[in-house]
Every structure is written in structure tokens, then in C-alpha cells.
């Protein structure tokens, strides 16, 4: 298994409570992810990081932030969750150059918004 | 509006048989594509691939077909196992997105002893 770990791995939450979910890498890889998973949907990428610092958006970013202060480290933040992110959050982990094929998951949080 | 369309949320199948898991896809950009398969509180893991460049990829009992002109790739499991009891994503990309993936809805399969 890539060396990927999510926490927490469940949580729930109120409507309007701030959340921080956290991803952790010992593969040193440096680009990092997370997606979201619902039903119909797959999944689709939230926001993404090429290196320490440097952050992007992806198709569904509205309502999340994200920080990397390590190469380790990759976290996503709902400032005031909402019950439509009620969702499984996946990381993700790939190395520039190594193929598309390398791209490792962690094993979800699930997180519901009451 | 999806680009990449499983258009079966399931597909049950007797084991020993043969499963066939299919994709759709819209955007022309898209020259690789790859299949995921997920079990339950695991993250997706990959299947398998095939470059625009390729109709067709194996690897042991798992096949995939590309129909470019179609726009349609299709995944062939031979012979299913209950193992294989996941849900599979098909996934695409194109040469310049870097390792960024458009994900289908997924097809949850289901092999039956």
C-alpha cells in the first residue's frame, strides 16, 4: 500500500462548523489531491497541490480551501460546512514524470453534514 | 455535464462468467483512459489502461477495448471471480492534463457464486 493516510476516517458534523480534514504521504511524492466521492457523480477532483505552497482548483472547489505547508502534508478545510458536502473525501498521491498510472488513494474519510 | 458517463450503476454477473463494464466519454481531448476498481472503505486502485493509439490492452483476465470513433471503451473481465466484486470507475486523461482524471459515476459489479 502507498504510504497515505487519512484522518479522521469518520466524522459527522452541524451544518455551519468549520472542518479540516487531513491527508499524510511518506511516499515523498510531490504532487497531492483530494476528491470527492457521491453517488452518479465518481469522482471528482476538489482541489489539487504541485508542491510545498502551491495549490490549484479543481472542478468542484467552491466552499473548500486547502494548505501545504510540507511536502507531507496536504489538508482541506470546509469553512462553514453545508449538508451538500456530505461525501467520502479521497487523497491522492502521484510523482510528475511517473505515469498516469501512479496514482495512489488513501482509504477515504466519510463525512456527513447534519 | 459529465464527460466521462457509466451509464450502469450496476451489473451482476454468475461467477465463471464473463462481466463487461462500460464508458462513455465527450471530449475529444481525451487520448488515455484507465479503469479503477474499489472496494468498500478502501480507496480506488488501478485496473488497467489503453492509449488513443491502442484499440485494445490485456492483462491477464482483464481486457479493455477502445472505440474511438464511437467514443466508447468497454472493460472485459474473463472469467469473473466473486473477488472482482467492486465498483469499477472508468477514468480519462489527455497528454498535456498532467496526472489530472475525469472520473465516470462508477459500475458496481457483482459476482455471484
Known amino acids: 500500500d502507498a504510504g497515505i493516510t487519512q484522518s479522521p476516517r469518520h466524522k459527522v458534523t452541524e451544518t455551519g462548523t468549520p472542518v479540516t480534514l487531513r491527508c499524510h504521504q511518506t511516499?515523498?511524492?510531490?504532487?497531492m489531491y483530494w476528491y470527492r466521492q457521491d453517488p452518479g457523480h465518481g469522482l471528482r477532483l476538489i482541489h489539487y497541490?504541485?508542491?510545498?505552497?502551491?495549490?490549484d482548483k479543481g472542478e468542484v472547489s467552491d466552499g473548500y480551501s486547502v494548505s501545504r505547508s510540507k511536502t507531507e502534508d496536504f489538508l482541506l478545510t470546509l469553512e462553514s460546512a453545508t449538508s451538500s458536502q456530505t461525501s467520502v473525501y479521497f487523497c491522492?498521491?502521484?510523482?510528475?514524470?511517473?505515469?498516469?498510472?501512479?496514482?495512489?488513494f488513501g482509504s477515504g474519510t466519510q463525512l456527513s453534514v447534519l | 455535464d459529465q464527460q466521462v458517463k457509466q451509464n450502469s450503476p450496476s451489473l451482476s454477473v454468475q461467477e465463471g462468467r464473463i462481466s463487461i463494464l462500460n464508458c462513455d466519454y465527450t471530449?475529444?481531448?481525451?487520448?488515455?483512459f484507465l479503469w479503477y476498481k474499489k472496494y468498500p472503505a478502501e480507496g480506488p486502485t488501478f485496473l488497467i489502461s489503453?492509449?488513443?493509439?491502442?484499440d485494445k490492452n490485456e492483462d491477464g483476465r482483464f481486457t479493455v477495448f477502445l472505440n474511438k470513433s464511437a467514443k466508447h471503451l468497454s472493460l472485459h473481465i474473463v472469467p469473473s471471480q466473486p473477488g472482482d466484486s467492486a465498483v469499477y470507475f472508468c477514468?480519462?486523461?489527455?497528454?498535456?492534463?498532467?496526472?489530472?482524471?475525469?472520473f465516470g459515476g462508477g459500475t458496481r459489479l457483482m459476482v455471484k457464486p
Open positions: 497541490s504541485y508542491g510545498v505552497k502551491d495549490t
Open positions: 471530449n475529444s481531448m481525451f487520448d488515455y
Open positions: 511516499e515523498n511524492h510531490r504532487y
Open positions: 477514468a480519462a486523461s489527455w497528454r498535456d492534463a498532467g496526472n489530472m482524471l475525469t
Open positions: 489503453i492509449s488513443s493509439i491502442k
Open positions: 491522492a498521491i502521484s510523482d510528475p514524470g511517473t505515469g498516469i498510472e501512479k496514482l495512489f
